[in-house]
């Protein structure tokens, strides 16, 4: 069979915004870039990031500085984090959000003209840079501007089936496929940054969009990656929980970072009674002094739901197994009996319409009914924190794809930070490893005939399972049983029934033809989604403690020796299907000076 063919210095899979800066990185760097997208320019789950991008700019307070950021960042993230991700970010996300206000993001001013910064939960400051409650899609709107005008070619609506390597084991390039034509095209380069963000469209209930299928955590583990922390999912706190045909859709964080409290049915705030040891400190312990925060910091301590998103999804969850939740099985976000109807239009703009328009609720005069999402997961690709370098040569990740940054938990408005920091620096990495000179060789064929194959076989079958029901079902499946709170019997039963979905995966038929057909693409895209969850399963059992993005009900404590070490998955084979080997990846040894900063939140 012959194909469409491509040839690029780096090849970026993904069009969020780690892929768009890295694609500006490498090219300003004068090489020849590709980036191939899912979806369509501009359409990336970076848009979900609503509320700002964190950077210790310290125009609202002075006194805030990287080394806070770097000492809130680890501590959300339960000492799970790769510190030298975390430092590496806390240091440069200034940098990069001056870099992109250069090349034209409009942010929200302070009263002298600085960039505007806002409370989020789990930071000390206000240090979110943001734009209203759309800075995501601020984000991507200055970063693919910036793109276009490079001259850098996109490939919109391709979808990439398998990494390819060389005779010697390198990234070659990738096989593909045109969702409008059905035709198959391969992408040759010597170097390929993975940016495809998360894997949320496995469970029933997530702000993810269709295309969170985890296709760049599967390659890359496919292709000899590992991944680490899959087992730590962030189930963001606020998401609709009404209507139904809306459940999942994210609330952005800014709502309680400027004000909003979160209440049960009984109109209690209840987020006073969840407030665990480690950040007891410096949490409010009335309301007359968390309301007093949001006008002078130095006037009180920070309110309970400025909590880190973890301990804010498990108070929700409690509360609503308590029989204290609304209606529709979550709690309400009020802001309406705390702020104005015109700052909430003005700093809220998005959220007004969003529920005015889907849920009819105007939240200027009444709650939100709010309840968790699975939002983001922690887990991915492990890098080299300083070159985003993965375990293959030749590979290269970047963005919610990548594992480390984040620990067990990931702080609001960290992500879109995560991004252009670690974009850039992949960027980098790809360019001075294309420098080296050792580079790949020609693709191994035989991997291209194997992958295209495996995806032209449930055209072949006279009969099979429909991807559709095998999809509600597994998400249906991780919902309860690898959800927000998890148990070893309920893990045990999922890498059961993990195996049966397997199964089921095998034996799928599509109808119709190849050009736009979304039931072949969903069948594609499963074998990926059970790559994901059978290693965030098998993470999830291993993990005999609560730490983060991750609660086991029958381990309900932090345990310290879990602390050393991440769960690293890699595979004994190169298929979706090929079992899963784990093992324990201590974590990097930080110096002391780091150390010291730990020691000081303690």
């Known amino acids: 069979m012959t194909y469409e063919h491509h040839e690029y210095d780096v090849l970026i899979i993904g069009a969020g915004g780690a892929g768009l800066r890295a694609a500006i990185e490498a090219k300003q760097r004068g090489l020849r870039v590709g980036i191939v997208t899912k979806s369509l320019?501009?359409?990336?789950?970076?848009?979900?990031?609503?509320?700002?991008?964190?950077?210790?700019?310290?125009?609202?307070?002075?006194?805030?500085?990287?080394?806070?950021?770097?000492?809130?960042?680890?501590?959300?993230?339960?000492?799970?984090?790769?510190?030298?991700?975390?430092?590496?970010?806390?240091?440069?996300?200034?940098?990069?959000?001056?870099?992109?206000?250069?090349?034209?993001?409009?942010?929200?001013?302070?009263?002298?003209?600085?960039?505007?910064?806002?409370?989020?939960?789990?930071?000390?400051?206000?240090?979110?840079?943001?734009?209203?409650?759309?800075?995501?899609?601020?984000?991507?709107?200055?970063?693919?501007q910036k793109v276009v005008s490079m001259g850098t070619d996109v490939f919109m609506e391709h979808k990439v089936l398998k990494l390819v390597h060389d005779a010697n084991g390198k990234v070659a390039g990738c096989v593909a496929y045109s969702r409008p034509?059905?035709?198959?095209?391969?992408?040759?380069?010597?170097?390929?940054?993975?940016?495809?963000?998360?894997?949320?469209?496995?469970?029933?209930?997530?702000?993810?969009s269709w295309e969170g299928t985890g296709d760049g955590h599967a390659?890359?583990?496919?292709?000899?990656?590992k991944?680490?922390?899959?087992?730590?999912i962030q189930f963001h706190p606020t998401g609709m929980v009404w209507p139904l045909s809306v459940r999942g859709l994210l609330v952005t964080e800014g709502v309680r970072g400027d004000g909003g409290v979160l209440r049960n049915s009984e109109g209690r705030r209840f987020m006073f009674d969840y407030v665990t040891p480690m950040f007891r400190a410096e949490t409010a312990e009335t309301e007359e002094e968390a309301d007093k925060w949001y006008d002078d910091h130095s006037a009180g301590r920070r309110p309970p739901e400025l909590l880190p998103r973890d301990e804010v999804a498990r108070a929700i969850n409690a509360e609503v197994k308590a029989g204290r939740g609304s209606p529709h099985g979550g709690v309400y976000l009020d802001i309406a009996t705390r702020r104005t109807p015109e700052f909430i239009r003005r700093r809220l703009p998005s959220m007004y319409h969003q529920?005015?328009?889907?849920?009819?609720?105007?939240?200027?005069?009444?709650?939100?009914?709010?309840?968790?999402?699975?939002?983001?997961?922690?887990?991915?690709?492990?890098?080299?924190?300083?070159?985003?370098?993965?375990a293959v040569a030749g590979l290269f990740a970047a963005g919610e794809v990548a594992g480390g940054m984040h620990g067990a938990n990931r702080l609001g408005g960290n992500s879109l930070s995560d991004l252009i920091v670690f974009g850039k620096r992949a960027g980098e990495g790809a360019a001075d490893y294309i420098a080296a000179g050792?580079?790949?060789?020609?693709?191994?064929?035989?991997?291209?005939?194997?992958?295209?194959?495996?995806?032209?076989?449930?055209?072949?079958?006279?009969?099979?399972?429909?991807?559709?029901?095998?999809?509600?079902?597994?998400?249906?499946?991780?919902?309860?049983?690898?959800?927000?709170?998890r148990t070893q019997s309920e893990l045990d039963y999922a890498l059961e029934q993990l195996e049966s979905f397997s199964e089921r995966v095998r034996h799928i038929k599509v109808k119709g033809g190849r050009a736009y057909n979304p039931g072949w693409n969903l069948a594609t895209d499963l074998p990926a989604m059970l790559t994901v969850c059978r290693a965030v399963a098998i993470g999830a059992g291993l993990r005999k403690e609560s730490r983060g993005g991750h609660t086991r009900e029958d381990f309900p404590a932090a345990d310290a020796e879990y602390g050393k070490f991440n769960f690293a998955h890699s595979t004994n084979g190169g298929n979706w299907d090929s079992e899963i080997v784990t093992e324990r990846s201590p974590l990097l040894e930080m110096p002391e000076e780091l150390k010291a900063l730990l020691e000081e939140a303690k």
């Open 355 to 390: 529920f005015m328009e889907l849920a009819g609720v105007d939240i200027t005069t009444e709650p939100m009914e709010i309840g968790p999402t699975c939002h983001y997961i922690m887990g991915g690709v492990q890098v080299v924190a300083d070159d985003a370098a993965t």
């Open 181 to 208: 034509t059905g035709e198959f095209v391969t992408f040759a380069a010597k170097a390929i940054i993975l940016a495809t963000g998360g894997a949320g469209k496995s469970w029933k209930f997530t702000s993810n």
């Open 227 to 232: 991944l680490i922390d899959m087992e730590c």
């Open 219 to 225: 390659m890359a583990l496919w292709a000899g990656a």
């Open 41 to 144: 320019l501009g359409k990336a789950h970076t848009v979900m990031a609503e509320g700002g991008m964190a950077a210790a700019m310290g125009n609202v307070y002075p006194e805030d500085n990287w080394m806070v950021h770097f000492r809130d960042t680890m501590r959300g993230g339960k000492y799970l984090n790769n510190y030298r991700m975390a430092e590496l970010h806390a240091k440069e996300s200034p940098t990069r959000v001056y870099e992109l206000e250069q090349w034209g993001a409009l942010f929200d001013r302070t009263k002298d003209g600085k960039i505007l910064q806002r409370d989020f939960g789990g930071h000390r400051y206000a240090r979110l840079a943001h734009v209203g409650d759309r800075t995501g899609l601020e984000l991507i709107r200055t970063l693919q």
């Open 438 to 485: 050792e580079v790949a060789g020609d693709m191994d064929m035989s991997e291209v005939e194997a992958a295209v194959a495996e995806a032209l076989a449930p055209f072949e079958r006279e009969e099979g399972e429909n991807p559709y029901d095998i999809q509600r079902d597994l998400q249906e499946m991780m919902q309860a049983n690898v959800g927000i709170i």
